[in-house]
Nanobody, 126 residues
Framework: QVQLVESGGGLVQPGGSLRLSCAAS????????IGWFRQAPGKEREGVSC????????YYADSVKGRFTISRDNAKNTVYLQMNSLNSEDTAVYYC???????????????????WGQGTQVTVSS
């Protein structure tokens, strides 16, 4: 059974950085996509970034391009989201999600992912 466990959230001042981790287990295929999403109070869940296992392709929402970096450590079965230059608009619960055989995946659409972690809170405040 696929399990995803996020960690690394917390409180950070504006302009600061955090690194989120998504530890994955139970994958039945070497072909998958892992995405990061976030949801702020009263807002819809938003796709932040995604990485493909096939070739390491990465994708980013316009709002985080140049500030966030997604990466993976295959040996640790972990995907990371390095978040720099954080601002108040980045405050949200961050989730990682996975989809096996993502041939038709539109990475930023949450409904395309079958597996989800429990989320980790990121709060950007002075």
């Amino acid at each position: 059974q696929v399990q995803l466990v996020e960690s690394g959230g917390g409180l950070v001042q504006p302009g600061g950085s955090l690194r989120l981790s998504c530890a994955a287990s139970g994958f039945t295929s070497d072909y998958y996509a892992i995405g990061w999403f976030r949801q702020a109070p009263g807002k819809e869940r938003e796709g932040v970034s995604c990485i493909s296992s096939s070739d390491g392709s990465t994708y980013y929402a316009d709002s985080v391009k140049g500030r966030f970096t997604i990466s993976r450590d295959n040996a640790k079965n972990t995907v990371y989201l390095q978040m720099n230059s954080l601002n108040s608009e980045d405050t949200a619960v961050y989730y990682c999600a996975a989809e096996m055989f993502p041939y038709l995946l539109t990475w930023e659409r949450a409904e395309g992912y079958a597996y989800w972690g429990q989320g980790t809170q990121v709060t950007v405040s002075s």
